[in-house]
């Protein structure tokens, strides 16, 4: 989308919306509309800029940006900056397309989004910042600070870049996206992979005896796999949250219950 010749929007107008929708997109968040509230908060300045002479197309567009909309909140900035580009080139008669446009976006972007940042951005950054905060590095906290600030200033920019680039952007990146968050996916497993042996501390103190010969259990482990528990211990987590009957409460209750009975067996240590 080209930009507008009579241009009404100003970058500091974009900033403006961009940061409320950072603070608000979860504003009032309810079963019934989800993040409509924190959307209208954010766009809001924008709509009394461009319909504010007419109360009736400002009331009606206020309805109608208070309808459901549900999606990765990151990317709720790449929405708004798409459905403002729109607006101020169309006006009032772009209703209908915006609400078909945020129908259409909202569920994509979700599944991106929360792939990309709730899973894949957390489990790298987190997992290699709790590693070196356990080794007693403060290195470990600076890296998650600074991780969360680049995703903070970085969804910030999605906004603007949503207004420039207009709807082209989505249809452009589409595969890239998808390419990205595979790429993404791999090196976060990659990374969990890499840390089971230093994050989970689990051995078998079981030595076996007899005649004379003495058998260490966990020197025998270590010569078919290093850190064989570890993995099992993984294996057997994962394996328990993809069961429908369990959840994540569930798991960590039956794992420390787990970690206690065979500790006091002597199984595990």
Known sequence: MAMNNNQVITKRDLNNISWRYILGSQLNWNYERMMSSGYL?????????????????????LRTHNQFFNTNAIFGNLIMGIDVAIEEENGYKSKNTI??????????????????????WGTIFGSIAGTLAQSGSVVGCIIWIIANIALLFGRAALLPLGYK?????????????????????????????????????ATVPFIYKHNGVKLVIQDTLDQILPALVPVLLVALTYWMLGNKKLNSTKVIWIILILSIVLSAFGILA
């Not at 319909?51 to 197309?57: A, I, L, Q, R, T």
């Not at 945020?102 to 709730?118: C, I, N, R, W």
């Not at 595979?182 to 042996?197: H, N, R, Y």
Request: cysteine-free; overall charge negative.
């Open 41 to 61: 908060y954010g766009i809001l300045p924008v709509l009394q800029k461009l319909y504010g002479n007419d109360d009736k197309e400002l009331q009606d567009m």
């Open 99 to 120: 609400v078909a446009l945020k129908t259409a976006l909202m569920g994509s972007l979700a599944g991106v989004g929360d792939s990309m940042f709730h899973v894949i």
């Open 165 to 201: 680039q207009g709807v082209k952007l989505v249809t452009t990146l589409k595969d890239k996206l998808a390419a990205f968050t595979d790429a993404a996916t791999v090196l976060g497993i990659t990374v969990i992979g890499a840390l089971i042996p230093s994050v989970i501390n």
